[in-house]
C-alpha cells in the first residue's frame, strides 16, 4: 500500500508531505484547489511522461516521492529482487523533472530509465480518471477491461506472440512468391556482385592497416631523415650527444658521492636514463632499417585503397561496411538459388505458426467468454446497486475469422447496456445520458478493480454526474472496495466523502504575490465542517452543521 507522498515544487504547490492509511481515503477542496494536482503527481512519481511546465515558476526542478509497503505483496517483491532493486520490503520511488524538461528516475535510491519505474508502477497503483467514461465506447479499451478482469492478459501476450510469429512468416513467403519472375535476373546480378566482391576480398581490419601504411610510405622520407636526426643526437654524434653528456654527468656525481652518500641515489638515475637512451636508440636504428621506400609499393597501396572506395560507392556504403554487406548479399543468393526449397519449408513453418496462433487465441476465446458473462453479472448487479434498478449489462463477443485476426485474437468485444427495464441493450456510444454512463462508467471501474491483484486504486472524481441517494450508493461501494484495499477517491460528494476512513482538505492560499496548495488531515470537528461546506456552499447554518454531523455519525455507525 501507498505510505507517504512528497511532492516539492510542482505546478502551484512548493511542498507537500502526506501520510496515507489504508481503507478509503478522500480528497476534498474547493474547485481549482488542485485536488487533481496529487493524482498527477502520484502519475508522475510511477512513471507518467512529464514537462518543463510541471516544475513550479522560479523553481529549478520538481520532485515527487512515494514510498510503498510492498512486504505482503509477493509479484512486486519478486519484480524488485529480479531487477536487483530491492531493499528489505520497502519501495522508495522518486522523480525528478529539471526546469530543462531533463527528467530522472529512482528506485530504492538507484536511478532507472522512466520505463521501468513506470512498469512497477503497473504492479503498485491504478489510477482511475473522472473522464474515464468518454473512452469507455472504444473497443481497445472494452477488451482490455474485460482481459483485466478475467485474469486473461497473460495468455492474450502469449497470442500475440504467435500472431507476430504467423505474420512475420507469411509476409517472408509472400515476398518469395512475388520475387520469383525476378529471380533469375536478381541472382545473376547478385553473382556478379559476389565475384567482384570476393575478388576484392577485403578482410575485416585491412581498411585501417592500409590507411597507416599509405601514411607511413606517403612520409617515408620525413620518417628516415628524422629517425637520422634522433640518432645523431642521442648516440652517432661524434661529441655531445646524450648517450656521451650522460655518461660525463653520470662519472661527476659518482666522484662527488665519495664525499656525500646522498648523491648516490642522483648516480642510479643517470646511470638508468644512459641504459634508457641506448635502448631508445637502438629501437630507432631498428625502425630506420624498416622504413620502405619503395614506390611500387606506395602505388599498390593507392590503387587498393581507391578500388575499395569505388566499390563501396557503388553499393551506397562506407567502405568499412563491405564485409558486412558481401555476407548479406551471399545470404541472399543463398535463398533465391534454393528458393523453391526454402519456399516449401517457410510455407510448412508459416501454416504451423498460423495452427498455433488459431489454438491459443481459440482458447483464449473461450476463456472470455467466461469472463464475460462473470463480467456483465457483475456490473448488472453494481448497476442496480447505483441507483440503476433496472438496467442491465451485456459483453458480446464478435468471432472474427481467421483471415480477419488481430494480435488479440479472435473475439471483437462489445458492450452494450440497457439503463431502463423493457429497454433493449445497445452500444455505449446511444446512450444519451451523460448521469448514466457516468454510473456506469464507475461500476465498470470497481468490477475491475475487483479482479485486479493492484493494491492501491485511485479515482479522480469518477462520481462526477451523479448525486442524492445514488452518491450514498457511489460511496458505499467505494467503501467496501477499502475494505479488501487501499482506495484514494478525489470527490466533490458529501455522501462519498463522509464514508471515508481518512479525510484529506486541498485548499489554495495566495499572499497576493504568489499561489501555493496546502493539505490537511481532517479530525472529527474538522470533517464536520467540511461536510457542511461541501453540503451548504459559501455560507454554512447551524443546521448545515447538523446534517453534516448526522451524516458523518451515520457513516461510522454503516462502517461499524
Not at 434 to 449: D, F, H, K, N, T
Not at 454 to 474: K, Q
Request: charged residues 25%; glycine residues 8%.
Amino acid at each position: 500500500m501507498l505510505m507517504n507522498l512528497q511532492i516539492r515544487d510542482f505546478a502551484i504547490v512548493d511542498r507537500i508531505d502526506l501520510e496515507f492509511a489504508d481503507g478509503m481515503t478522500v480528497l476534498t477542496g474547493e474547485t481549482g484547489a488542485g485536488k487533481s494536482i496529487l493524482v498527477d503527481a502520484l502519475g508522475l512519481v510511477l512513471g507518467e511522461r512529464g514537462s518543463a511546465q510541471l516544475v513550479r515558476n522560479g523553481a529549478k526542478r520538481a520532485e515527487f516521492a512515494a514510498e510503498f509497503d510492498v512486504a505482503a505483496l509477493p509479484a512486486v517483491s519478486g519484480w524488485l529482487e529480479e531487477q536487483a532493486l530491492d531493499l528489505d520490503g520497502d519501495c522508495l520511488l522518486r522523480r525528478v523533472i529539471n526546469a530543462d524538461g531533463r527528467s530522472r528516475a529512482f528506485i530504492n535510491g538507484n536511478a532507472v530509465p522512466v520505463s521501468q519505474l513506470k512498469a512497477l508502477g503497473e504492479l503498485l497503483l491504478d489510477i482511475h480518471g473522472q473522464h474515464f467514461h468518454q473512452s469507455l465506447g472504444r473497443k481497445n479499451v472494452q477488451r482490455d477491461l474485460l482481459d483485466h478482469f478475467g485474469g486473461l492478459l497473460d495468455d492474450r501476450a502469449v497470442v500475440a506472440t504467435h500472431y507476430i510469429e504467423w505474420k512475420t512468416l507469411a509476409e517472408r513467403v509472400e515476398a518469395l512468391l512475388s520475387a520469383e519472375s525476378d529471380r533469375a535476373s536478381r541472382l545473376d546480378l547478385l553473382t556478379f556482385q559476389l565475384n567482384e566482391l570476393d575478388t576484392l576480398a577485403l578482410q575485416e581490419g585491412e581498411l585501417d592497416d592500409l590507411a597507416g601504411e599509405r601514411g607511413r610510405l606517403q612520409n617515408s622520407g620525413k620518417l628516415a631523415e628524422g629517425v637520422g636526426s634522433a640518432l645523431t643526437g642521442l648516440y652517432d654524434a661524434d661529441s655531445g650527444n646524450a648517450n656521451n653528456l650522460i655518461a660525463d654527468a653520470l662519472r661527476t656525481v659518482e666522484q662527488l658521492a665519495e664525499f656525500d652518500v646522498s648523491l648516490a641515489p642522483i648516480g642510479e638515475m643517470l646511470s638508468s636514463a644512459g641504459i634508457q637512451v641506448s635502448e631508445a636508440a637502438d629501437t630507432l636504428r631498428r625502425y630506420g632499417e624498416t622504413i620502405d621506400m619503395d614506390p611500387a609499393r606506395r602505388d599498390w597501396v593507392e590503387e587498393r585503397l581507391d578500388a575499395v572506395q569505388a566499390i563501396a560507392r557503388k553499393h551506397r556504403v562506407q567502405p568499412e561496411e563491405l564485409p558486412e554487406l558481401t555476407e548479406s548479399l551471399r545470404v541472399e543468393h543463398d535463398e533465391l538459388s534454393h528458393a523453391e526449397e526454402r519456399g516449401r519449408e517457410l510455407e510448412e513453418q508459416a501454416e504451423a505458426a498460423r495452427a498455433a496462433f488459431v489454438e491459443h487465441a481459440s482458447a483464449l476465446s473461450v476463456e472470455r467468454r467466461k469472463a464475460a458473462k462473470r463480467f456483465a453479472d457483475a456490473v448488472t448487479d453494481a448497476m442496480h446497486g447505483l441507483g440503476m434498478p433496472g438496467g442491465v449489462f451485456e459483453v458480446v463477443l464478435h468471432a472474427l475469422e481467421d483471415d480477419a485476426a488481430r494480435p488479440w485474437g479472435l473475439d471483437d468485444v462489445e458492450f452494450l447496456i440497457s439503463a431502463n427495464p423493457g429497454q433493449a441493450p445497445q452500444s455505449l456510444a446511444k446512450i444519451a445520458s451523460g448521469g448514466e454512463l457516468s454510473r456506469m462508467s464507475l461500476a465498470i471501474q470497481v468490477i475491475a478493480s475487483d479482479g485486479s491483484a493492484i493494491p492501491t486504486m485511485v479515482f479522480d472524481e469518477v462520481d462526477s454526474g451523479v448525486g442524492g441517494g445514488v452518491a450514498e450508493m457511489v460511496g458505499r461501494r467505494l467503501q467496501e472496495l477499502g475494505a479488501n484495499r487501499q482506495v484514494l477517491c478525489v470527490t466533490h460528494l458529501p455522501q462519498v466523502a463522509s464514508l471515508a476512513d481518512q479525510h484529506f482538505r486541498i485548499s489554495k492560499v495566495t499572499d497576493g504575490k504568489s499561489t501555493r496548495t496546502q493539505v490537511h488531515v481532517l479530525g472529527k470537528d474538522e470533517r464536520i465542517e467540511e461536510l457542511a461546506r461541501m453540503l451548504g456552499g459559501v455560507e454554512i447554518t447551524r443546521k448545515t452543521l447538523e446534517h453534516a454531523a448526522e451524516m458523518l455519525a451515520g457513516a461510522r455507525q454503516k462502517r461499524a
